[in-house]
């Protein structure tokens, strides 16, 4: 029969998953205390929380049977909470500078993803990088337009001018 404390820390672990948008497990034997307070740092400033908890715990609320043999070592979870990607990007930078942790495997939604996975996915825009690039393409056009017609006509002339020589149709109009 599980004791109590173990009992509340599945309870807690499940909820945390389950809040969850993507979840990593990293092992951190590595590191220093110092590395994994700015660890924890990073990934908290990215929407994502690092923890450490046992790795039977975890296996039991995984459920996972493909992800077994990434219960092994010193082992710490990275739950990613704001974005799927953002606490990825947050951990690949990371590790990518500290060169300390070992990232095994991951899990989003019900698909269980390996170490290249996650790195690939750590590469993709942010959602708020793909709602910025999203808006500047939606006024781009606009902004063009708003900048033709504060234009003089003269401008606007050599502007229509230029459009119809590139459509290849011989323009009659010249310019005052």
């Known amino acids: 029969m599980p004791n109590q404390a173990n009992t509340a820390a599945i309870e807690l672990l499940k909820e945390k998953l389950s809040q969850a948008k993507s979840f ?5 034997s590595g590191t220093t205390g110092n590395d994994q307070v700015e660890l924890r740092r990073v990934l908290s400033e ?7 908890a046992k790795n039977t715990l975890m296996r039991q609320v995984a459920g996972k049977d493909e992800m077994n043999a990434s219960f092994e070592g010193q082992n710490a979870f990275v739950f990613s909470y704001e974005d799927e990607i953002g606490g990825l990007k947050a951990l690949f930078s990371f590790h990518q500078e500290k060169e300390k942790l070992v990232i095994k495997q991951g899990l989003m939604g019900d698909k269980v993803l390996s170490a290249e996975d996650l790195e690939n996915l750590s590469k993709l825009p942010s959602k708020n990088e793909l709602i910025a690039t999203l808006i500047s393409r939606i006024q781009g056009p606009a902004y063009g337009l708003v900048n033709v017609l504060k234009a003089s006509q003269k401008d606007l002339v050599y502007a229509l001018k230029a459009i119809a020589d590139k459509l290849g149709e011989p323009s009659s109009t010249k310019p005052v």
């Open 24 to 28: 990593a497990i990293v092992e951190y």
């Open 46 to 52: 990215a929407g994502a929380e690092f923890r450490v």
